[in-house]
């Protein structure tokens, strides 16, 4: 692995402008904050086919294999390590689009083995299947780290460190709110009929959030799970098997989407069905990720509840990397903070200090 100096004025710099990120909204959080505004200085690799030596003098080199452009909060988090990782940062970022295609992200990963950079980062597809390829950049000598999704790899020297959102806690946050609002409700009693739109089947976000609902359901005795069915992350998607779903079954009262954008099809769903949902309507309709069109929709009045993953990891990665660099150790998993957000709350106030 070849190793860079990364000079104390950088490092100053770093240490500064993570210190005054802030995440501005209802979550803490334990590894670091908010990200500036993308900006768009990364060299991105489609194909990743090998584009020469990454090394470029002072500047650490990170290749990230990212997952796609699925969803908002993927957005937000490509924003978040595109403006961390800066060459003002002291970093020279090979970012990667992988197409949500685990064969897409192997490549990514030999190609930045190939180029010798000084970090791969990887936000996971899916968990399995990644022994090889990190067995490879091991050999390589280069540092690996886990951002967002988790990798189930049977030897953890595989990586560095992991940091991401409890996605289990999330799910079991989930059971518990519908829990309590139905009891608000004067529900609490009711045979309740629930369908779930998952997230891409074998990713970390799908298996945690599906298994904490699990773990509610198993609660109460009164709740069914009518159907789940993956909706891949995707608006379009959870608008397809919203439409399957309701074709299939007449008497729905929660929607559990696995991501917001998922919601919003389902939403376009179920008004498209001639029937309504939100604290007024006929189906109850809860996400994942609480990014800004969350807040929006909620506000509407369509999307009841949404359960935040916070997706601004350049700066938490940034952490890690430069401990690395100083030669401390790092925690191995490290877990984010985070809330959640409902009608019953001033929407308003907090979308305008939202950061994503
Ligand atoms: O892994 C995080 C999940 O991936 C987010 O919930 C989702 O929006 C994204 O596609």
């Known amino acids: 692995m070849k190793r860079k100096v990364l000079s104390a004025f950088l490092i100053a710099a770093m240490t500064l402008s993570m210190a005054a990120c802030g995440g501005g909204n209802g979550g803490s959080d334990s590894t670091g904050g908010d990200s500036a505004p993308a900006a768009d200085e990364a060299e991105d690799t489609d194909d990743a086919e090998p584009e020469g030596d990454a090394d470029s003098g002072e500047l650490i080199t990170v290749g990230y294999a990212q997952v796609g452009a699925e969803s908002d909060w993927r957005t937000?988090?490509?924003e978040s390590f595109k403006s961390t990782f800066t060459e003002e940062n002291g970093y020279k970022l090979i970012f990667d689009d992988a197409q949500?295609?685990?064969?897409?992200?192997?490549?990514?990963?030999?190609?930045?083995?190939?180029?010798?950079?000084?970090?791969?980062?990887?936000?996971?597809?899916?968990?399995?299947?990644?022994?090889?390829?990190?067995?490879?950049?091991?050999?390589?000598?280069?540092?690996?780290?886990?951002?967002?999704?988790?990798?189930?790899?049977?030897?953890?020297?595989?990586?560095?460190?992991?940091?991401?959102?409890?996605?289990?806690?999330?799910?079991?946050?989930?059971?518990?709110?519908?829990?309590?609002?139905?009891?608000?409700?004067?529900?609490?009693?009711?045979?309740?009929?629930?369908?779930?739109?998952?997230?891409?089947?074998?990713?970390?976000?799908?298996?945690?959030?599906?298994?904490?609902?699990?773990?509610?359901?198993?609660?109460?005795?009164?709740?069914?799970?009518?159907?789940?069915?993956?909706?891949?992350?995707?608006?379009?998607?959870g608008q397809e098997v919203m439409e399957s779903f309701l074709k299939s079954y007449d008497d729905i009262d929660v929607v559990i989407c696995e991501n917001d954008n998922e919601a919003f099809?389902?939403?376009?769903?179920?008004?498209?069905?001639?029937?309504?949902?939100?604290?007024?309507?006929?189906?109850?309709?809860?996400?994942?990720?609480?990014?800004?069109?969350?807040?929006?929709?909620?506000?509407?009045?369509?999307?009841?509840?949404?359960?935040?993953?916070?997706?601004?990891?350049?700066?938490?990665?940034?952490?890690?990397?430069?401990?690395?660099?100083?030669?401390?150790?790092?925690?191995?998993?490290?877990?984010v903070d985070e809330s959640y957000f409902d009608t019953s709350m001033d929407l308003e106030s907090i979308l305008a200090e939202r950061a994503y």
């Open 265 to 335: 099809g389902a939403i376009d769903a179920i008004k498209a069905a001639g029937k309504s949902c939100g604290p007024d309507g006929d189906i109850i309709v809860v996400s994942f990720d609480s990014v800004k069109a969350a807040f929006e929709s909620m506000i509407a009045g369509d999307l009841n509840a949404t359960f935040e993953c916070n997706p601004l990891h350049g700066p938490r990665v940034a952490e890690i990397i430069q401990k690395l660099e100083a030669g401390e150790t790092v925690d191995k998993i490290q877990y």
């Open 76 to 78: 937000a988090n490509t």
């Open 100 to 237: 949500q295609k685990q064969e897409n992200q192997i490549k990514a990963i030999r190609s930045f083995i190939q180029q010798e950079v000084d970090y791969i980062v990887v936000a996971p597809v899916v968990e399995t299947g990644w022994e090889t390829v990190l067995e490879e950049a091991k050999e390589a000598g280069i540092p690996v780290i886990l951002s967002d999704r988790m990798m189930d790899v049977s030897d953890d020297s595989l990586f560095e460190a992991w940091v991401g959102g409890n996605f289990v806690l999330e799910g079991e946050t989930c059971g518990d709110w519908i829990a309590e609002y139905l009891e608000d409700q004067g529900r609490g009693d009711e045979e309740i009929n629930m369908v779930t739109i998952q997230g891409t089947i074998g990713a970390s976000a799908q298996v945690g959030r599906t298994e904490g609902m699990a773990n509610k359901l198993k609660e109460h005795s009164n709740w069914k799970m009518l159907d789940m069915q993956s909706g891949e992350f995707t608006q379009a998607k």
